[in-house]
């Protein structure tokens, strides 16, 4: 790794963690910076060790991790698809996970808003992981293209993706109409992407994910610089292709439907944070990691304004969802990709 | 003819089957003489007005992408595709929270102004650069329809009494949509209807290029923009009376096309009885295969329109 690619993972890193710092400290009950340090450390009063350890915590945590999986997620679908445009929210991953956890939510809903047990902590992220592979692999099989050395057509998995992502939506949008009004609201909170009242529980499915795929990721890459290149000279270069290309496919998924099982379909993170990353680093690919420092950076970010930029603003005490904020700022950023993208051909 | 015939039994279809199955004769009895049994009340009041909804929605949904397919010169140009519904979606909304929206005429004003605006931004947006590319117009419409999708997620979640209407509306259905409402949509859906009709002829020259037109003698940019107006004022009725349905003018175009070739003015009657019947087909599906609920004819047609998306995809060689 390059010097100023290490600089810009720490330089992310540690405002990702100031901010973090930020986070907790503010909201209803004020504190200042050095007690939320203090607790953090094992001290401080019982009063401000539950508002920061049980109420805020698992919020930024859930948020940090989410991150970083979006963003990573993001960094490895646009280096296989050599697409700036083919991140898990754009090719229907997302969509395919929301599919599956909103049928958990509604149907195993017990019509009082919210599910627990073993139905919220293993059937979401499970039912997550399943709809959004099956997008990924209708999604992949449809854009194959044919003849000899048959890839993965870059344009068609954007606008194939588009479809599946529609015809998920429909689904989503039945089932939401099919469950009690209760289970409903929750399902469509969550389907804003939010980090609204995450528990432990919430961010542990996320931690296993990012904890061991993130490495696994990291091992590929060498493979991942050979592929810019093209898939000839990778293997050319030695890489096994096709296997590479499935195993990272599925690593990209698994990270961006635990991430939509813990916090819903964050808008635009696994787009924005490997670009930008790229682009700061001047490198040929999204680098992992400074990516995934930038992504769990910019949900943190995005939740503290969705939490309090209302409050702020003087509008009155409501509190938007962190997807919000990231939509708002994200799509103008993807209609510039576009933009580009057009003016280059 | 065919498909007028084809839309017939559709539309006979639609109000004899269901839940529970009606001969020809009660239906006949219903539609002539209403004596108030059973079987006259279904037809009478359930499915004989939602069955007429469905076929003016169906005939503006067709039309609308039909023409835009048509002025983008776009094989994937449709409504829901493009972000037109989700900003007549995003209008109602904030229309509902600010109370603006009361009635369905007022609701139609609202939606025809959110769609005409989104479909405004979104030529302008992807005509920037080298002009609006077929992947760059379906690109910037999934753009366009994912910010507005957020904020009317935003405004809906502020709000816990508007969540329950807006699902409702939000997943496109002709169930239980009236007389009334197709009254109060009509004005805007002839003077759509109209407007496309005087476009078809246009667009035929405009397929030539927008240069050659213009040496024909066709005012491009005023073409242009009634064709702008009809595809606002179609899609808006629909969103408005329906809430939005999408795929429907992709797949009535597409269909349109393989039948009658590319001369819009059989083209785009043509797309429009076809969208009619499709859109009363996938209510009738979603009646039937929904047992005691029913599945709304929009996650039909999501559910149909997809492959067919796909499809398109696949046999036009689009390059990004």
Same mark, same amino acid.
């Given at each position: 790794?390059?010097?100023?690619? #290490? ?31 203090? /607790? ?11 508002? /920061? ?27 296989? @698809? ?56 209708? /999604? ?31 689904? #989503? ?20 992407? @939010? ?28 493979? =991942?610089?050979?592929? +810019? ?39 635009? +993170? ?29 949900? +943190? !970010? ?44 | ?29 219903? =539609?002539?003489?209403?004596?108030? @049994? ?140 009236? =007389? ?35 040496? !024909? ?34 797949? @009535? ?41 029913? /599945? ?25």
């Amino acid at each position: 790794m390059r010097s100023r690619t #290490v600089l810009l993972s720490v330089l992310f890193a540690a405002l990702a963690v100031v901010i973090a710092l930020v986070s907790l400290s503010v909201g209803t009950t004020k504190l200042p910076v050095a007690d939320v340090l203090d /607790v953090l450390l094992g001290g401080g009063r019982r009063g401000t060790r539950l508002v /920061v350890l049980e109420l805020r915590l698992p919020r930024v945590a859930t948020g940090l991790l989410v991150g970083i999986a979006f963003a990573v997620s993001g960094a490895l679908l646009q280096t296989l @698809s050599r697409n700036p445009l083919a991140s898990p929210d754009i090719v229907g991953v997302n969509s395919g996970a929301s599919a599956g956890a909103v049928a958990v939510i509604v149907l195993a809903g017990t019509g009082g808003g919210n599910i627990s047990g073993f139905a919220a902590q293993v059937g979401i992220p499970l039912a997550a992981v399943l709809g959004g592979l099956t997008a990924t692999l209708i /999604v992949g099989a449809l854009s194959i293209r044919r003849g000899p050395g048959s890839t993965v057509d870059a344009g068609k998995v954007v606008l194939i993706g588009v479809g599946i992502a529609a015809a998920a939506n429909s689904l #989503v949008a039945w089932l939401l109409v099919i469950g009690d009004v209760n289970d409903a609201g929750r399902a469509a909170a969550w389907l804003a992407g @939010s980090l609204n009242s995450r528990a432990w529980s919430d961010a542990l499915p996320v931690l296993i994910a990012v904890v061991v795929l993130l490495p696994v990721a990291m091992m590929f890459n060498r493979d =991942l610089s050979a592929l +810019v290149l093209g898939d000839d000279v990778a293997s050319a270069l030695g890489v096994r292709v096709a296997r590479v290309r499935l195993a990272l496919l599925v690593i990209a998924t698994v990270l961006a439907a635990m991430a939509t099982a813990g916090a819903g379909p964050i808008a635009f +993170v696994a787009l924005v944070a490997p670009q930008v990353a790229q682009r700061l680093t001047r490198m040929e690919r999204p680098p992992l990691l400074t990516t995934a420092m930038l992504g769990a950076l910019f949900v +943190v !970010l995005a939740d503290l304004v969705a939490r309090n930029g209302l409050q702020w603003a003087q509008v009155g005490p409501y509190e938007l969802p962190v997807g919000v904020v990231t939509a708002a700022c994200g799509a103008p950023y993807l209609l510039h990709l576009i933009g580009r993208q057009q003016k280059g051909r | 003819m065919a498909l007028a015939v084809l839309l017939l039994l559709a539309f006979a279809a639609s109000l004899a089957l269901g839940s529970r199955w009606l001969g020809p004769g009660a239906l006949w009895h219903a =539609l002539t003489a209403n004596n108030g @049994s059973d079987a006259d009340v279904i037809v009478r009041n359930l499915r004989f007005p939602r069955t007429v909804v469905a076929v003016l929605i169906g005939l503006c949904l067709g039309i609308a992408g039909t023409l835009m397919q048509g002025h983008t010169r776009n094989a994937l140009a449709e409504p829901g595709i493009f972000g037109v519904s989700s900003g007549a979606a995003f209008a109602v909304v904030l229309g509902l929270q600010v109370g603006l929206v009361d009635s369905v005429s007022s609701t139609v004003w609202v939606a025809l102004l959110g769609a005409l605006i989104a479909t405004f931004a979104v030529q302008r947006l992807a005509a920037r650069g080298s002009g609006a590319t077929p992947v760059g117009l379906a690109l910037t419409g999934a753009a366009v329809a994912a910010m507005l999708g957020a904020l009317t997620s935003a405004i809906v979640l502020l709000d816990a009494n508007t969540l329950d209407s807006y699902r409702f509306w939000a997943v496109g259905s002709v169930a239980g949509r009236g =007389l009334d409402v197709a009254g109060q949509v009509l004005p805007f859906v002839v003077i759509g209807l109209l407007l496309a009709a005087v476009n078809a002829r246009d667009l035929d020259l405009l397929a030539l290029g927008d240069d050659v037109a213009a040496g !024909l003698g066709l005012p491009v940019r005023r073409a242009r923009l009634v064709g702008l107006g009809a595809i606002g004022l179609l899609t808006a009725a629909g969103v408005a009376a329906c809430g939005p349905i999408g795929f429907l003018g992709l797949l @009535s175009g597409h269909v349109a096309r393989r039948i009658f070739g590319a001369r819009n003015t059989w083209l785009i009657p043509a797309a429009g009885l076809i969208g009619a019947t499709a859109l009363v087909l996938a209510d009738l599906v979603g009646r039937l295969v929904g047992g005691a609920g029913e /599945v709304q004819a929009g996650v039909v047609l999501g559910i149909v329109g997809a492959p067919m998306f796909v499809l398109v995809v696949r046999r036009r060689a689009v390059a990004l």
